[in-house]
């Protein structure tokens, strides 16, 4: 009886200590509860497009706010992935830099986010931005949407047009010649028996 208690009560006890090693996985995982990032989701978009002159790098400032001391946080970028799979952004193309290293509990602290869309190809990229830190992770969840600009391809639309308009007005002004040459091969005159010229001969 006595070893059926000491087994039960050594089952519960590793039971314990698997339950609280889990869980302080999970929670060093997520960063949740001691690290707090303003908005919890960043979207960048370019509304009127990515097109030669036109600001492609976006910048944002987020704000950090946390439970407990928290040192040595260091921002780390990933590629953020296309929905279909087949552009990456790199994630040397995002910069996150912090005004320092170390937050408080009485502290507010800015991280400003950088993106450099001039090179990426159009589409809406995911991933995420992760804030390691002493005893932690928290990650960032990041959605990138970018379209070209219109411009280009309309552009070369009425370039397009502009040529085929004038393509055609030029055939219209020399119709008239080859319409002219049509009427004097069909006209009456042309069809005239030819009147010979005969010289007069010795003989004569």
Same mark, same amino acid.
Not at 196 to 203: K, Y
């Given at each position: 009886?006595?070893?059926?208690? +000491?087994? /039960?009560?050594?089952?519960?006890?590793?039971?314990?200590? /698997?339950?609280?090693?889990?869980?302080?996985?999970?929670?060093?995982?997520?960063?949740?509860?001691?690290?707090?990032?303003?908005? %919890?989701?960043?979207? +960048?978009? +370019?509304?009127?497009?990515?097109?030669?002159?036109a600001s492609c790098v976006q910048t944002h400032q987020l704000t950090l706010r946390s439970t407990e001391t928290i040192t040595d946080i260091t921002p780390v970028s990933t590629d953020l992935r296309r929905?279909?799979? /087949?552009?990456?952004?790199?994630?040397?193309?995002?910069?996150?830099?912090?005004?320092?290293?170390?937050?408080?509990?009485?502290?507010?602290?800015?991280?400003?986010?950088?993106?450099?869309?001039?090179?990426?190809?159009?589409?809406?990229?995911?991933?995420?931005?992760?804030?390691?830190?002493?005893?932690?992770?928290?990650?960032?969840?990041?959605?990138?949407?970018?379209?070209?600009?219109?411009?280009?391809?309309?552009?070369?639309?009425? +370039?397009?047009?502009?040529?085929?308009?004038?393509?055609?007005?030029?055939?219209?002004? %020399?119709?008239?010649?080859?319409?002219?040459? %049509?009427?004097?091969?069909?006209?009456?005159?042309?069809?005239?028996?030819?009147?010979?010229?005969?010289?007069? %001969?010795?003989?004569?």
């Amino acid at each position: 009886m006595r070893h059926r208690i +000491i087994a /039960l009560v050594a089952s519960a006890l590793l039971f314990a200590m /698997l339950t609280a090693g889990v869980y302080a996985q999970e929670t060093d995982a997520t960063g949740s509860g001691s690290l707090l990032v303003e908005p %919890s989701r960043l979207t +960048i978009g +370019i509304a009127t497009g990515c097109y030669p002159g036109a600001s492609c790098v976006q910048t944002h400032q987020l704000t950090l706010r946390s439970t407990e001391t928290i040192t040595d946080i260091t921002p780390v970028s990933t590629d953020l992935r296309r929905a279909d799979g /087949l552009a990456v952004l790199q994630a040397r193309t995002i910069a996150a830099v912090l005004a320092s290293d170390e937050l408080t509990p009485n502290r507010v602290m800015t991280m400003t986010v950088t993106v450099d869309l001039r090179a990426a190809p159009a589409g809406e990229y995911d991933g995420e931005l992760l804030l390691m830190y002493e005893g932690g992770v928290k990650s960032l969840p990041m959605t990138v949407r970018l379209r070209h600009w219109w411009g280009l391809p309309f552009g070369l639309l009425v +370039i397009m047009l502009g040529l085929g308009f004038w393509f055609g007005h030029y055939r219209d002004r %020399s119709a008239p010649v080859t319409i002219c040459s %049509s009427r004097w091969a069909t006209s009456p005159i042309r069809s005239l028996p030819t009147i010979a010229w005969f010289r007069p %001969s010795i003989d004569d």
